[in-house]
């Protein structure tokens, strides 16, 4: 490892929500800098391919259209889960769950949270870890990791009939389970540590309608964040969320992805795209920080702003 040594960590919130980092005044999470991301090159806003795009630097379109078919067949295309919100019915109902399990999934070559959820790798496709010597994650959506199993689905069902408690329940777990992970990690001398949680997605879906209770869990990441720093007070940290969770429209508490995503870093950085995130840890990677030395070459990457506050 060379003397320059910086070691980088990028803490990936699924769900995180600009507005109420904003609101709260969450100030590790809202670090030196921080924007909203634009996720309109993204046909869907789904989970798999937002973290494989980070971790690759492009949007697999092919990954896209199987999620697209999917989310339309389902039900589940903005028109008509706008309508359902109206309603003040929020997806999913009985009907299209049957519908799901029985006519989509076996059409459809399976639940793409299963069948995408390790697709960066399935397709040996180049991604971040290549670049650094010594990389660690806990796993990411489209890299190895699987957000909604039969139990999460089940539990969901559960929530949505009415009881809520065993979803938070197992959620809260995942989370605790998902930070012992990073916080031993950050006992270890990996150059690059790309730690994900699916906590406040899961939550802001059952729970996004009741502010006071979201308050509670948005503290605890703070706190994390907080950890984090002072552990680590030399490290470059990044945090980044795939998209973010508002209430839906209607009756219930119930949450649903909002159309853009949060970023935030503690040298001032800036991106706008999720997927620009590859380019800017390829920027800290240790071949390019050599080849800067040796080329005095101070023209960064085309997508990054840096904000000096
Ligand atoms: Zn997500």
Not at 172 to 186: C, F, G, H
Not at 228 to 254: F, L, Q, T
Request: contains cysteine; positive net charge.
């Amino acid at each position: 490892m060379s003397d320059d040594f910086t070691r980088i960590i990028v803490l990936g919130i699924d769900g995180l929500e600009y507005s109420l980092v904003e609101e709260w005044k969450l100030e590790y999470i809202l670090q030196r800098a921080h924007c909203r991301t634009d996720l309109s090159d993204y046909d869907v806003v789904v989970t798999p391919p937002l973290w494989g795009s980070m971790i690759t630097g492009k949007i697999d379109r092919e990954v896209m259209r199987r999620w697209k078919l999917h989310t339309l067949l389902a039900g589940m295309d903005s028109m008509r889960v706008k309508l359902a919100e109206k309603l003040g019915r929020y997806l999913p109902h009985r009907p299209t769950i049957w519908v799901w399990n029985h006519l989509v999934l076996p059409v459809t070559g399976g639940n793409p949270f299963e069948s995408t959820a390790d697709y960066v790798k399935k397709k040996n496709l180049h991604t971040i870890f290549h670049e650094f010597e010594k990389s660690w994650t806990n796993g990411l959506p489209g890299y190895g990791r699987v957000v909604s199993n039969s139990t999460a689905r089940e539990l969901l069902l559960e929530a949505f009939r009415g009881n809520r408690k065993p979803y938070i329940r197992y959620a809260i777990q995942l989370y605790k389970e998902d930070r012992e992970r990073l916080l031993s990690a950050l006992d270890r001398d990996y150059d690059l540590i790309f730690w994900y949680t699916c906590f406040l997605d899961k939550i802001g879906h059952v729970c996004a309608g009741n502010k006071l209770e979201m308050l509670k869990y948005y503290l605890e990441i703070n706190q994390l964040a907080k950890r984090v720093k002072k552990k680590c007070p030399d490290a470059i940290i990044y945090i980044i969320s795939d998209h973010g969770m508002k209430p839906a429209e209607g009756a219930g508490k119930w949450g649903v992805h909002s159309d853009y995503g949060f970023f935030s870093s503690s040298t001032g950085e800036l991106i706008s795209k999720p997927y620009h995130l590859y380019e800017l840890l390829l920027r800290h990677a240790p071949g390019i920080r050599t080849r800067k030395r040796v080329y005095l070459d101070s023209s960064g990457p085309t997508n990054i702003r840096k904000i000096n506050k």
